[in-house]
């Protein structure tokens, strides 16, 4: 098992930026890559990036590319999330996601990722 716990959430204005940090713990030798996921009221969860947990190479969602850099510490089990020039539109609750074992690159899918964190809240102003 891995657990997962989101923090950095927070209410903001729009053009600010906030970062986002998940920890794991438990069984991390077995992590293949992490991911963020977003979901808004009354939409669907959504991908928003995802990075190799050993090489680090990332990808992310044409939604937020240029303005949004995951990466990872491996040293702290950690992954962040650096959200840059934030949009209202970008409001939601922001979920880390960890995949066990080998998939497909890139990991886009969430039913593809086995152990999720609780979420983190992330509202921008207008």
């Known amino acids: 098992q891995v657990q997962l716990v989101e923090s950095g959430g927070g209410l903001v204005q729009a053009g600010d930026s906030l970062r986002l940090s998940c920890a794991a713990s438990?069984?991390?030798?077995?992590?293949?890559?992490m991911g963020w996921f977003r979901q808004a009221p009354g939409k669907e969860r959504e991908f928003v990036a995802t990075?190799?947990?050993?090489?680090?190479?990332?990808y992310y969602a044409d939604s937020v590319k240029g303005r949004f850099t995951i990466s990872r510490d491996n040293a702290k089990n950690t992954v962040y999330l650096q959200m840059n020039s934030l949009k209202p539109e970008d409001t939601a609750v922001y979920y880390c996601?960890?995949?066990?074992?080998?998939?497909?690159?890139?990991?886009?899918?969430?039913?593809?990722?086995?152990?999720w964190g609780q979420g983190t809240q992330v509202t921008v102003s207008s």
């Open positions: 996601a960890a995949v066990a074992f080998g998939s497909a690159w890139p990991v886009r899918d969430s039913y593809k990722y086995n152990y």
């Open positions: 438990g069984r991390t030798f077995s992590i293949y890559a």
């Open positions: 990075v190799a947990w050993n090489g680090g190479t990332t």
